[in-house]
């Protein structure tokens, strides 16, 4: 039976995640409830501008073939998405035999067990501190407002430029574009605000990450120009350039085309491509599309993907143990109604680039002697140590810059050939052929389509200690495979241990963006924008907190028995505990890898530094369905 | 045998706790200032207990011991899990699911009302100390607890002592009127003691608490849809039908001849009352030919199966081969060469940029500060219990 989901009455961002370039500005408000009555007052203002889970009309929604009827009419201006904390629902008035049914982790709040999650409780905000009464978070309200109707009105205003979702812009139309959509966004804040400030909520301040005073956190992704987007691979100028004249002679981009164009990207701070491996769950696509969509992003077992059972993500629904995870009653108050981590995480950036900058030099000499996959041509200077560099950061991550797993492209020869093949595609299926579309469409498959048992058991490719294969082990540790299972066994390696144990992220980043191009910049910048605080507002959700996101995170990221690698944390998002911080001065990743013959050379040990992102607050949301919303609104408990 | 297993001793013991309000050992010198002359047993052994697994907590990340202080359990670097707990009373678990309709012809016949039958409610008589520790041991050593509590003797005798005191059927011999024991006599008492209590109330135990198979075993997952061979197709498959099949066959066989000896016997039954002169029909004398048969058969078969049985049982109590390298000595010792050896390999890459000349170098002195083929030291320091003793 294929589970069909109440569309309307589920959340917009929980099913799929918005559009990052459609939606690139989100800002989050922290509100505290004074009195439930003008509270709810507010509920009930609120409710029919919550984005619900339904289709919007897109591309995608064309691909998908959603029919007509399921389909919002218009293409949404503003979305606002609203969800509460325990004490918010208690200061709402939600009975306390329906809050007592909540699991305990939500009940207690990210602060209380911020020591398991291994955070330094003196680094948070004062915003998500859960000590006094005064101002707890109660509430917490996300808003976006659409760039595409901005930048739509700004190309028929100048009549010049033609209008195209999602691709580069030239560096005008972009900026006006972006003031119209933030003029839009300051209008809708106001209101909301006024509103809020009117019905007795109280609107937080002190998490945002310019001031104190601001009372909201903006997350904006971040902005690539073209030639960033060439560059990713740390490949010359010239090679760049000579890179987008092929584009242009082939006609994959249009001829007016420069370098400078700009648009947002899918990039985190560090500069990797993120939000790529995001589970698929049993009816988050159309029946037909949703094979598809599994396709290493499910739950694996005798070499087949398929999605996972959605009570893993939604409350309401049989879980991968075909049971319901959470259900306090009334079940109108839970069903459809999910739970959100929310982690304000600051990343080191410089620190993370100047540690590995400091090793590029041993890296190339690594590269030359014993990396013998090497041979194609005789790069530049500039290009070797762009190229140790690349390699270190792909891995530490477990992909390359652009996302590219390193179980499919092991060397940084194939990944440009990767890289090489994938622009091709692109550009083909550009045209619009269906052939084209049909091989592009295929060789995207890669990013999320692989596994670590049988693709790379010994950590060749990807390091054990490397970030994607820790955070989502796939098919590692299946326990019917042992060290003497043989090939065939080990091709049949399922995701036993991983199918519980999985989060939708929604993450967005903060703060202003570094450029990584040089490997000096950061050094030079420190002054202007290296102080700046920037990072990812981590946003996770599942329907069981405790046994999904802090499993995740307390024995994964933070601790590295699983993997074999006893103490050791996660290289890029793990944190020590602040008692044991002092005394750690790196964190190593030890990389294997293989002669062309099969046979081991020598490893090279890379280090990260020992706090790559510091968590600045957070808390622990209870999402819920519209229906709960209308209840706690009208109090019809 | 099942308590040891696979180079683990799962040393579980319940023992019942003495009742009535608590007396200090004879002989103790210091008597503890907790000491309560109106506890109970329980409640004493209780506290003391929490004493002692303070003291583990607070030296848990302590880089030192300080001089001075006496270990319990950590010195001879063998005991994976110890755990000592006061079992008050049984959980109870709810009724037996009964099926109502018999229930209902039951209490018919006993002309009782139907809600006055109750179950029986198992409860303990007195609290229970549990004693489960884990520890390493040879699969062929018989003598386990006792070597090990000779080992850990030394360091724990005055706990050990002080907690058994707490439980029923503990008592020291007396010295004859007017004398004293020596105190390596009395060290003697309280050793023999403290072995005779754990022997004598040690549970037989199938599943450690501690299992540190470096990888899983092999669990040999049966899809029927893609599988051809059964789960249950054995290796030795003589092996199979030796302890498996035959008693089985056996049983069916005996099973079938018992009509023919039962008939036997009737017949031999009837001849007793036939008259006599009276001819014997062909039929009886064919009946008790086939009975004797039968008899003999059945008997066979029956000591057959005693004999399978039995060989069954001793296979199934032999212990697991030692699985090598997962002994505390072994695994803390290679945790600690993996940490220490990633160390030496990132200071020769760093400072001598994958020289080859050096890495020898690099790696002897890896060799003689970490001793790799030593398991006893240098290695990984587990976590520390203390004794609560002050030291005199």
Not at chain 1, 76 to 105: C, D, K, M, Y
Not at chain 1, 288 to 295: D, I, L, N, W, Y
Request: aromatic share 12%.
């Amino acid at each position: 039976m294929t589970t069909i989901f109440d569309r309307l009455d589920i959340q917009g961002n929980i099913l799929l995640p918005y559009g990052r370039s459609s939606y690139p500005i989100a800002r989050h408000f922290l509100f505290h409830v004074r009195d439930k009555e003008q509270a709810r007052a507010f509920l009930d203002w609120i409710l029919p501008q919550i984005t619900t889970a339904q289709y919007f009309p897109s591309k995608r929604s064309k691909q998908m073939q959603i029919p007509e009827d399921q389909l919002r009419q218009d293409y949404p201006e503003v979305l606002l998405n609203i969800a509460f904390t325990a004490s918010g629902l208690e200061a709402l008035g939600v009975p306390a035999s329906v809050l007592r049914q909540f699991p305990n982790a939500f009940l207690d709040g990210m602060w209380k067990r911020a020591e398991m999650l291994n955070d330094d409780r003196a680094d948070w905000n004062n915003a998500w501190k859960d000590q006094s009464h005064e101002n707890t978070t109660h509430i917490l309200i996300t808003q976006r407002v659409s760039f595409n109707s901005c930048l739509e009105k700004v190309c028929e205003s100048r009549k010049d430029d033609s209008f195209k979702k999602s691709d580069y812009l030239c560096q005008k139309t972009f900026d006006e574009a972006r003031s119209s959509m933030i003029q839009h966004l300051d209008q809708e804040t106001k209101r909301l605000l006024d509103q809020a400030e009117n019905l007795g909520l109280v609107a937080l301040s002190g998490h945002s990450n310019v001031d104190d005073d601001t009372k909201w956190l903006e997350c904006e992704s971040l902005v690539h120009t073209r030639l960033q987007d060439l560059a990713i691979a740390g490949i010359s100028e010239d090679e760049c350039l000579e890179m987008f004249k092929f584009q242009k002679d082939r006609g994959y981009v249009s001829s007016d085309a420069t370098l400078t164009d700009l648009r947002y990207s899918e990039y985190e701070h560090f500069g990797f491509f993120d939000g790529i491996g995001d589970p698929v769950f049993e009816g988050q696509y159309p029946t037909a599309f949703q094979a598809e969509m599994a396709q290493g992003q499910g739950h694996l077992s005798s070499g087949q993907w398929r999605p996972i059972a959605p009570g893993e993500f939604l409350l309401g629904y049989p879980n991968e143990a075909q049971e319901t995870t959470c259900h306090p009653m009334p079940y109108t108050f839970s069903r459809n109604g999910t739970f959100m981590a929310v982690r304000k995480l600051e990343q080191n950036v410089s620190e993370f680039h100047r540690t590995l900058v400091g090793q590029v030099p041993l890296m190339e000499q690594w590269l030359d002697n014993f990396e013998c996959s090497s041979s194609s041509g005789q790069p530049s200077a500039v290009g070797n140590i762009n190229k140790a560099l690349k390699v270190l950061r792909a891995k530490l991550v477990g992909r390359w810059d652009d996302g590219t797993p390193l179980v499919h492209a092991p060397t940084y020869e194939s990944w440009l050939n990767f890289r090489k093949r994938l622009l091709t595609l692109a550009g083909e299926s550009r045209k619009g052929e269906q052939s084209a579309k049909d091989a592009w469409k295929k060789f995207k498959t890669k990013f999320t389509l692989f596994t670590f048992e049988s693709d790379d058991t010994k950590g060749i490719r990807c390091p054990f200690a490397s970030h994607i294969r820790r955070s989502n082990p796939r098919d590692s540790g299946d326990p019917s495979l042992r060290k003497d299972s043989d090939s065939s066994e080990i091709s049949q390696a399922s995701s036993l241990l991983v199918n519980r144990r999985r989060i939708l992220r929604r993450g967005m980043t903060y703060g202003p963006a570094v450029d990584l191009t040089s490997e000096n910049s950061v050094l030079n910048d420190q002054n202007s924008l290296g102080d700046a605080e920037r990072g990812t507002f981590f946003v996770a959700i599942c329907s069981d907190l405790e046994r999904q996101f802090e499993f995740m995170q307390q024995q994964w990221l933070n601790y590295g028995s699983d993997f074999n690698l006893g103490n050791d944390i996660c290289p890029v998002a793990g944190a020590l505990h602040p008692s044991a911080a002092s005394d750690v001065k790196d964190i190593k990743v030890m990389m294997s890898s293989e002669r062309p013959d099969g046979s081991c050379s020598l490893p090279f040990v890379a280090k990260s530094t020992p706090r790559p992102v510091v968590c600045r607050g957070g808390a622990y949301f209870f999402v819920p369905s519209l229906s709960a919303l209308r209840l706690l609104a009208q109090n019809r408990f | 045998m099942p308590s040891n297993e696979a180079g683990f001793y799962q040393l579980t013991a319940l023992l019942p706790v003495k009742t009535g309000p608590y007396k200090a050992l004879s002989g103790e010198k210091n008597v503890p200032q907790y000491c309560n002359s109106s506890q109970s047993y329980s409640h004493h052994l209780k506290d003391y207990l929490n004493q002692l697994s303070d003291s583990f907590l607070s030296n848990i990340d302590s880089k030192s011991s300080k001089s001075g202080d006496l270990h319990l359990f950590d010195h001879t670097r063998c005991t994976h899990f110890a755990r000592f707990v006061v079992i008050d009373q049984l959980f109870y678990n709810g009724r037996r699911r009964h099926d109502s309709l018999i229930d209902f012809f039951r209490t018919l016949a006993a002309g009782k009302d139907l809600l006055s039958k109750k179950d029986k409610i198992d409860q303990l008589e007195s609290p229970y100390l549990l004693i489960a520790i884990d520890f390493d041991c040879h699969p062929s050593s018989t003598s386990c607890v006792q070597d090990y509590l000779s080992d850990l003797w030394p360091y724990a005798s005055q706990e050990l002592t002080e907690i058994l005191h707490h439980c029923e059927g503990f008592y020291l011999p007396v010295p004859p009127r007017g004398k004293r024991f020596t105190s390596r006599t009395a060290d003697w008492n309280a050793y023999r003691t403290v072995e005779r209590m754990i022997l004598s109330h040690e549970v037989e135990t199938t599943y450690p608490f501690s299992a540190y198979f470096w990888v899983a075993d092999k669990v040999k997952r049966w899809n029927p849809s893609t599988d051809r061979v059964s789960p249950s197709e054995f290796k030795n498959r003589w092996g199979l039908f030796g302890i498996g099949i035959l008693p089985f066959l056996l049983v069916i066989v005996s099973l079938l001849i018992l009509p023919f000896y039962l008939g036997s016997f009737f017949f031999n039954w009837l001849y007793e009352y036939v008259p006599p002169g009276a001819e014997l029909s062909e039929f009886y004398q064919a009946w008790n030919r086939w009975g004797i048969i039968g008899f003999a058969l059945s008997v066979i078969s029956v000591i057959l199966f005693m004999f399978a049985w039995r060989y069954f049982i001793n296979r199934a109590n032999q212990p697991m081969p030692q699985i090598k390298g997962v002994d505390l000595k072994s695994i803390s010792k290679s945790l600690y060469l993996q940490g220490e050896f990633l160390e030496m390999y990132k200071r020769w890459q760093d400072h001598d940029g994958f020289s080859k000349s050096s890495i020898r170098q690099h790696f002897s002195c890896f060799l003689d500060k970490h001793q790799p083929s030593d398991i006893e030291s240098p290695s990984l320091q587990p976590g520390k219990y203390f004794s609560i003793r002050k030291m005199s």
